[in-house]
């Protein structure tokens, strides 16, 4: 059975850096693009951007320009979410979700609580 | 940005009635739409992919339909672990977009 298994809830400082990581198993990893996808407490769902693992490729959301960086490591299966400069606007839970290749997202995560909070 | 636009945002139903949802896009989408339902505290799940077809485990009473710019949702006879949020979304060009979302409650 396919698995996104991310990291653990964060508390950062405005102006600080997050990392979100995303383990994948059970089926082949480069295979599939990953989508990054953000829902703010109480609110909808935003696109953050994706990434091919294959080749690392992105493509980010302009809102998100400058600020955020999508990488993974093929060895472990795993991709990451950096965010820069974050500020209370940030907090949110991020999901991670498989591209199923048709431009849905058929597995996720089961999301990380960013908090954002001086 | 294409934008997509759901109504209602919310609505009530009873358990057996039968509930439409709608997407509507900003501008005619040559790409497929996909549906998702979210549990409080949970991700979102596909159900609908390519507008119409059946993502694997979802019952039958969802179904999806439309083309060009108007999307429809329908759960023929809502069941009481239906009641949750249904975001419809599309990729047509960057940014991927979701709807705004249609919370379904108990009447």
């Known amino acids: 059975q396919v698995q996104l298994v991310q990291s653990g809830a964060e508390v950062k400082k405005p102006g600080a850096s997050v990392r979100v990581s995303c383990k994948a198993s059970e089926y082949p990893f480069t295979g599939y693009y990953l989508h990054w996808v953000r829902q703010a407490p109480g609110q909808g769902l935003e696109w953050v951007g994706w990434i091919n693992p294959n080749n690392g490729d992105t493509t980010y959301a302009q809102k998100f320009q400058g600020r955020v960086t999508m990488t993974t490591d093929t060895s472990i299966t795993t991709a990451y979410l950096d965010l820069h400069k974050v500020t209370s606007d940030d907090t949110a839970v991020y999901y991670c979700a498989r591209d199923s290749s048709r431009r849905d997202c058929d597995y996720w995560g089961q999301g990380t609580l960013v908090t954002v909070s001086s | 940005a294409i934008q997509l636009t759901q109504s209602p945002s919310s609505l009530s139903a009873s358990v057996g009635d039968r509930v439409t949802i709608t997407c509507r896009a900003s501008q005619g989408l040559s790409s497929p739409l996909a549906w998702y339902q979210q549990r409080p505290g949970k991700p979102p799940n596909l159900l609908i992919y390519h507008v119409s077809s059946l993502a694997s485990g979802v019952p039958s009473r969802f179904s999806g339909s439309g083309s060009g710019t108007d999307f429809t949702l329908t759960i023929s006879s809502l069941q009481p672990e239906d009641f949750a949020t249904y975001y419809c979304?599309?990729?047509?060009?960057?940014?991927?977009?979701f709807g705004g979302g249609t919370k379904v409650e108990i009447k």
């Open positions: 979304q599309h990729f047509n060009t960057y940014p991927l977009t």
